[in-house]
């Protein structure tokens, strides 16, 4: 196995010591924010001290690379968007801290995600439709690394998609923009040009993202090992149970807990530093 060490600041001492404790035969640059030490061994000391370090970790096979996989699939908000969408929209209504409440619920997976999409949606009744256009433009922020880990997906042949349990009316855009193959999201009725307070339609949750994640895998002909899921709550749990690999991106404890390998202090591009 390859120990992959990520970190906004990596310094050489915590190479060496990393070293030190995994075992490894060799450290390797990968770029200036990762680097890969070769031949380790897992020891319970590593989380530690990469936890104290502010470091990202991964054991990851030598053998398995990017090209390796089919489809990459993300969640939106707070994994590819540096925003909850949704909480920036109450903020036009100004009900953010009301909405922001309920969203920090289902994020730990206290409340499902079909009961807080349908209570937070409902707060917003009645806001014209110009507000979520305003959202997108001044408020829609990538998450540092976004465009360059899926630059460097469709290098290698993969399929990208965008699961979200918000709003076509931004992953639309963003799939558009950012040139994604696929996108799922929840359809926000809006009559007379004002949102009613309700979804059309089947809401997209938890299961509903595993759900679409699998007819996209059915489509394509793919296997289940050949797909990498993103996520940073507990909707996103089931998602990521169906993909070879997941990670969890500045992800919630309980996401961190099931998932593959988490990252916690690099950007989205630190997923492709994983598998060159």
Same mark, same amino acid.
């Given at each position: 196995?390859?120990?992959?060490?990520?970190?906004?600041?990596?310094?050489?001492?915590?190479?060496?010591?990393?070293?030190?404790?995994?075992?490894?035969?060799?450290?390797?640059?990968?770029?200036?924010?990762?680097?890969?030490?070769?031949?380790?061994?897992?020891?319970?000391?590593?989380?530690?001290?990469?936890?104290?370090?502010?470091?990202?970790?991964?054991?990851?096979?030598?053998?398995?690379?990017? !090209?390796?996989?089919?489809?990459?699939?993300?969640?939106?908000?707070?994994?590819?968007?540096?925003?909850?969408?949704?909480?920036?929209?109450?903020?036009?209504?100004?009900?953010?801290?009301?909405? #922001?409440?309920?969203?920090?619920?289902?994020?730990?997976?206290?409340?499902?995600?079909?009961?807080?999409? &349908?209570?937070? &949606?409902?707060?917003?009744?009645?806001?014209?439709?110009?507000?979520?256009?305003?959202?997108?433009?001044?408020? !829609?922020?990538?998450?540092?690394? #976004?465009?360059?880990?899926?630059?460097?997906?469709?290098?290698?042949?993969?399929?990208?998609?965008?699961?979200?349990?918000?709003?076509?009316?931004? &992953?639309?855009?963003?799939?558009?923009?950012?040139?994604?193959?696929?996108?799922?999201?929840?359809?926000?009725?809006?009559?007379?040009?004002?949102?009613?307070?309700?979804?059309?339609?089947?809401?997209?949750?938890?299961?509903?993202?595993?759900?679409?994640?699998?007819?996209?895998?059915?489509?394509?002909?793919?296997?289940?090992?050949?797909?990498?899921?993103?996520?940073?709550?507990?909707?996103?749990?089931?998602?990521?149970?169906?993909?070879?690999?997941?990670?969890?991106?500045?992800?919630?404890?309980? !996401?961190?807990?099931?998932?593959?390998?988490?990252?916690?202090?690099?950007?989205?591009?630190?997923?492709?530093?994983?598998?060159?």
């Amino acid at each position: 196995m390859n120990l992959i060490i990520q970190g906004l600041e990596v310094n050489n001492s915590d190479l060496r010591a990393l070293a030190k404790l995994s075992q490894a035969d060799g450290i390797e640059r990968i770029t200036g924010q990762a680097f890969r030490l070769t031949n380790a061994a897992h020891a319970n000391d590593i989380s530690e001290y990469c936890t104290q370090a502010e470091l990202d970790f991964a054991f990851v096979n030598a053998d398995l690379k990017l !090209v390796d996989f089919k489809l990459i699939a993300m969640d939106m908000d707070s994994t590819l968007l540096a925003i909850e969408s949704i909480d920036e929209i109450a903020d036009m209504h100004d009900i953010k801290s009301q909405v #922001a409440a309920i969203t920090l619920q289902t994020m730990r997976g206290e409340i499902s995600f079909e009961e807080s999409l &349908t209570r937070r &949606t409902a707060l917003l009744r009645g806001l014209h439709r110009d507000a979520l256009q305003k959202v997108y433009d001044e408020r !829609v922020k990538l998450n540092p690394g #976004a465009e360059k880990m899926l630059q460097q997906a469709k290098l290698a042949g993969l399929k990208t998609m965008v699961i979200s349990g918000g709003f076509t009316f931004f &992953t639309d855009r963003i799939k558009a923009r950012l040139g994604f193959d696929f996108a799922a999201a929840n359809v926000l009725e809006i009559e007379e040009n004002r949102l009613t307070g309700k979804v059309v339609g089947e809401i997209i949750g938890r299961q509903g993202k595993a759900q679409v994640l699998n007819q996209i895998r059915d489509e394509l002909g793919i296997k289940r090992e050949q797909i990498i899921a993103m996520g940073d709550g507990a909707n996103d749990l089931d998602m990521m149970t169906e993909a070879g690999i997941s990670i969890a991106y500045h992800a919630k404890p309980i !996401v961190r807990d099931h998932a593959t390998y988490s990252i916690d202090y690099v950007g989205l591009d630190g997923v492709i530093n994983l598998f060159k």
